[in-house]
């Protein structure tokens, strides 16, 4: 890399370069610490022509590059595997436009997701997707994932909210897939591509996203239950709600184990490790409780709701802070896996009989049968260990099942050598044909997903 | 030994409030129990649970959603409530004061042996309702509690004050004021919430209790001044020019 520095420098200028290894360090490495890149240079562009230019550069040069948005990837998706070049869109953070009449906004790649929601706000819109990185999250990043989160089984994907991109193609072209109809029949829509290919085809610098409204009211209800089959009775009840918002599922084996690290969190009831729990958030105009007291107490009485907008927070914390309790908890296997809803407790059983082995224990959108799935183990060691045998089982049941072994985080490092599996020679054959379309000599992302 | 929590409702601290020139914007506001109020209904509640009071009875002033307040009292362990009802603004006319002497009347015809309310509510501050009837009353009182004890009718209470920690004993009855520390308050729960409907709640109007004298008049509403932008300087030599030409230190 070092002797492209200065034709960097002509590109982006010596401000929009990182070299400092000090400060390439957090850019190198996934926040679950997983992955280890060696980058040696990052370049933050300031504008689409400038992302433009350094394509166009390191496609004649042969030079990788590795897209990087807020590295919230939670499989190693946005960081290098080697040296490549560190494109990051942090500069790019401009909020275009919000139309008030069709309620699209347009903004550059590089708003962090929370930014848009504040800036929305004033409109009384929000972002239809939302996730727990909200804070770090980049909208460039999430359509490059296709990001679920919280609100899909309200709002449905990503996928249905991007109404059009800019982007910049390995080659350096800049692709105007920019749109602001609502309808828009013209033949294949080249934008599906792009959202979800995990920067292995361009680099997204612009979006038209559709906006939903702010709910009204929101009220969430908190659950306990004795089984995990009421939990799907519950979820059967629930999707009849026409103002679900969202409908999370966590064992109490885990929120049992939360306890000791939100000490001043108000927790909905004393987690015990044999029962199940349930949120579900109601959101829309004049929320009737009556309506919800009367379907809920049907399938129990342990429930209880928020009086005030910080009690609403704090079940949402409950919720929100598993993943990073987990890490605290040890040294964490997770799989992010979509198969039946009904099958979670199933699932879990085949891969552990009686639960017994290390630590495991599921949590998720119960609502999108989207589970994730999580074995704790004690020491790195114990963990690489077991990793091979069980992570071959788990893909393996999960293919039996006709899910997918990657519901909304994506594919990135980390499941990249399952992909034939899941996909089957004959469409993962087309997926690199098309690769290959964009991306000939395979600069943009190497070595993730595909 | 029968306890009388006084509860406030105001609007959800959570919530960013609209000011207008005649003040806060209330119009389809969400409100709430004033939170110190809440930590008074727990700790009555807690103190039911420990069996050492046998009777809780919450009271609110205000308009007609005030119930609302009093049912989520009643949901958290409260075994009775009365509703004062005004259609004064609760934020601005209702005052400590009237309100202590509203309160001294209810004392007086049902003897609570205890009366618990939140140090201050969170939309005025006043900090004033609790001290004033217990001089009504004439009665002793702790305030700022953050730990209560009682045994054989004796309070023993420790207050949270500027220096540290002050504990203070007295023989009830007595009004105790509730600080933040002094317990976190249960969710409520839906099969309690639905209980509640059937506890009994007795509405007054405010007139029969006393008066609303508005002898605090509030003259100016205003949001606090926008927090002007900082600088990042280069080194300590402007630094020091910055805090001696601009901010005028020296």
Redesign the interface.
Known sequence: MKKYLNSFKQIVGAQNMITDPFDLKPLNQDWQRFYQGKSELAVTPTSSKMVSEILQFCNQNNIKVVPQGGNTSFVGGATPVQDELILSLRKMNNILEFDTTTSIVTAESGVILQSMNDYLQTYRYQMPWDLGARGSCQLGGNIATNAGGLNVVRNGPLRNYILGLEVVLPNGKILDLLNKNRKDNTGTDLKQLFIGSEGTLGIITKANVLCAPIPEQRQVFFLELKGFDEAIQLLRSAKQFEQLGAFEFMEGRILQRCLPFNPQLKAPFEFKADKYYVLIEICGQQIELEYYFERLLKHTEQIVFNQNESELQAMWRWRESVPENLHKMGHVLTYDLSIPPDKFEWFAEEIYPERKGPYNAFYGHLGDGNIHYNIIFESVEEMHKEQERVEDKIIKLTKSLNGSISAEHGVGQLKRHYMEIQKGKETFGYMQELKRVFDPNNILNPEKLL | MKVLVAVKRVV????KVRVKPEGIDLQGV?M??NPFCEIAVEEAVRLKEKKLIAEIVAVTIGPKQGAESLR?ALALGADKAIHVTTEARIDQAVQPLDVANILAKLVERDNYNLVLMGKQSIDDDFNQTGQMLAGLLDWPQATFASNIQITDGVAQVIREIDGGLQTVKFKLPGVITCDLRLN??R?????N??KAKSKPLETIPLDKLGKLHNSIQITKTEAPAVRKGGAIVENVDVLLQKLRTEAKLF
């Open positions: 959800d601290s959570g919530i969400k709430t129990i989520h976190q308050p969710f409520a729960s839906v099969p919430i639905m």
